[in-house]
């Protein structure tokens, strides 16, 4: 008999070293003039902090009847916990562990019609249903990569996501992606100190280098296409998150006016149907679906097969970094490849660089296998989750 849901529980992590994480996740290129809501006013430059939600990452439990649970994680603890604990917990507890399609749609369509399913039930969305998906794996004993199809290929190529390349190159990767270090409210002189940080990675890497280039989801549509055209000769493997994530006008003018240039969106788009939207006008080259954000494993199931439909690759945001990115970056063949953002300091373990969970692989010359255990691979016991959360 298949078993039942018997508990969902979702709490703020407390304490990240119990996850294997030996010291906060830091940067060791500067923060402090990235771009962010506000950068186009330069009464704000600098002041990236300022408009970050102080709210901590979550840790979801579901438990079942046969006494196995799984884990799922997403951030913005404050908002979220209480959705998961008071709304749809309560919906899905007594329901089949197996029925991970039913139960995202029974939590999706509840919270749409409640107070919107994008933002912050988005969130709870994604640990519940990586919860499930955990525990649907250590029911069927087999990997979450296997149980969506996979492996896709043996393994999977990674990118470092960082201005520090001479560390990422020491850790093996040999594909990049700059984080852009000023908006548009620095007008002419900030395309100017782009085009002078993508001319000298372009220097330093040489001319076949895959490199990328981050705007943080902080420009307009006419500045992008200002930078676009002064990038064009650096050969960008792509321009990612230039426009708000729900400026649609501007992600369509931008795609006429930089015909040739490859871009990228997704990590800050909440619902499949973004993705579904942007697919069918042609907006982007590459579709980009946060699972811990977008609604988990389910959510980036269905966008993957968006992709494959279109005609549009796909690069999972933050693909890497952690058991829930690595599983179906491995599992899916529309994934181009896995983003490690490293956000530690050089020669720092990458179990430090952002949302990592314990029992998950690390890129090996910047290629990655994901755990072959069951589930995502979570190496979590009930008592460890507690002791992290308390």
Same mark, same amino acid.
């Given at each position: 008999?298949?078993?039942?849901?018997?508990?969902?529980? !979702?709490?703020?992590?407390?304490?990240?070293?119990?996850?294997?994480?030996?010291?906060?996740?830091?940067?060791?290129?500067?923060?402090?003039?990235?771009?962010?809501?506000?950068?186009?006013?330069?009464?704000?430059?600098?002041?990236?902090?300022?408009?970050? $939600?102080?709210?901590?990452?979550?840790?979801?439990?579901?438990?079942?009847?046969?006494?196995?649970?799984?884990?799922?994680?997403?951030?913005?603890?404050?908002?979220?916990?209480?959705?998961? /604990?008071?709304?749809?917990?309560?919906?899905?507890?007594?329901?089949?562990?197996?029925?991970?399609?039913?139960?995202? /749609?029974?939590?999706?369509?509840?919270? /749409?019609?409640?107070?919107?399913?994008?933002?912050?039930?988005?969130?709870?969305?994604?640990?519940?249903?990586?919860?499930?998906?955990?525990?649907? %794996?250590? *029911?069927?004993?087999?990997?979450?990569?296997?149980?969506?199809?996979?492996?896709?290929?043996? #393994?999977?190529?990674?990118?470092a996501t960082g201005n520090d390349l001479d560390d990422a190159r020491r850790r093996g990767f040999d594909a990049f992606k700059l984080a852009g270090s000023v908006g548009p409210g620095s007008t002419t002189a900030g395309i100017t100190e782009t085009e002078r940080l993508v001319a000298n990675a372009r220097a330093e890497l040489? !001319?076949?280098?895959?490199?990328?280039?981050?705007?943080?989801?902080?420009?307009?549509?006419?500045?992008?296409?200002?930078?676009?055209?002064?990038?064009?000769?650096?050969?960008?493997?792509?321009?990612e998150d230039y426009a708000p994530p729900d400026d649609w006008p501007g992600f369509a003018d931008v795609r006429r006016r930089l015909p040739t240039q490859m871009l990228a @969106?997704?990590?800050?788009?909440?619902?499949?149907?973004?993705?579904?939207?942007? @697919?069918?006008?042609?907006?982007?080259?590459?579709?980009? $679906?946060? *699972?811990?954000?977008?609604? %988990?494993?389910? @959510?980036?199931?269905?966008?993957?097969?968006?992709?494959?439909?279109?005609?549009?690759?796909?690069?999972?945001?933050?693909?890497?970094?952690?058991?829930?990115?690595?599983?179906?970056?491995?599992?899916?063949?529309? /994934?181009?490849?896995?983003?490690?953002?490293?956000?530690?300091?050089?020669?720092?373990?990458?179990?430090?660089?952002?949302?990592?969970?314990?029992?998950?692989?690390?890129?090996?010359?910047?290629?990655?296998? $994901?755990?072959?255990? $069951?589930?995502?691979? *979570?190496?979590?016991? #009930?008592?460890?989750?507690?002791? !992290?959360?308390?």
């Amino acid at each position: 008999m298949t078993p039942t849901i018997t508990e969902v529980t !979702a709490a703020r992590l407390r304490r990240p070293e119990v996850l294997g994480r030996t010291a906060p996740a830091t940067v060791s290129w500067d923060l402090t003039g990235m771009m962010h809501p506000l950068s186009s006013d330069s009464a704000f430059a600098g002041q990236a902090s300022r408009f970050e $939600p102080s709210w901590d990452e979550v840790l979801c439990v579901v438990a079942a009847s046969d006494g196995s649970f799984g884990v799922g994680m997403t951030c913005h603890a404050g908002p979220v916990v209480p959705i998961v /604990n008071d709304f749809f917990g309560p919906m899905i507890v007594g329901e089949s562990t197996l029925a991970t399609e039913r139960l995202w /749609n029974m939590m999706s369509r509840s919270a /749409n019609s409640a107070f919107g399913a994008a933002g912050l039930a988005a969130y709870a969305l994604s640990a519940v249903d990586l919860a499930l998906w955990d525990l649907k %794996g250590k *029911i069927l004993d087999r990997p979450v990569y296997e149980l969506v199809g996979g492996p896709a290929r043996e #393994r999977t190529r990674c990118y470092a996501t960082g201005n520090d390349l001479d560390d990422a190159r020491r850790r093996g990767f040999d594909a990049f992606k700059l984080a852009g270090s000023v908006g548009p409210g620095s007008t002419t002189a900030g395309i100017t100190e782009t085009e002078r940080l993508v001319a000298n990675a372009r220097a330093e890497l040489g !001319a076949d280098a895959d490199l990328m280039l981050d705007c943080w989801s902080t420009l307009d549509a006419s500045y992008t296409v200002r930078l676009g055209e002064a990038l064009a000769s650096y050969r960008l493997t792509w321009i990612e998150d230039y426009a708000p994530p729900d400026d649609w006008p501007g992600f369509a003018d931008v795609r006429r006016r930089l015909p040739t240039q490859m871009l990228a @969106a997704g990590e800050r788009w909440l619902s499949d149907r973004a993705f579904a939207y942007a @697919a069918q006008h042609r907006l982007v080259d590459v579709l980009q $679906p946060d *699972i811990q954000w977008v609604g %988990g494993a389910t @959510a980036a199931l269905r966008i993957a097969a968006i992709a494959a439909a279109s005609g549009i690759e796909l690069a999972l945001h933050a693909g890497c970094n952690d058991s829930y990115g690595q599983h179906l970056s491995h599992a899916l063949p529309q /994934n181009r490849w896995a983003e490690m953002y490293v956000g530690c300091p050089p020669g720092e373990s990458l179990m430090n660089a952002w949302r990592s969970t314990p029992g998950m692989s690390l890129p090996d010359d910047g290629w990655l296998v $994901p755990s072959g255990a $069951p589930g995502f691979g *979570i190496e979590l016991t #009930r008592d460890q989750i507690g002791e !992290a959360t308390s």
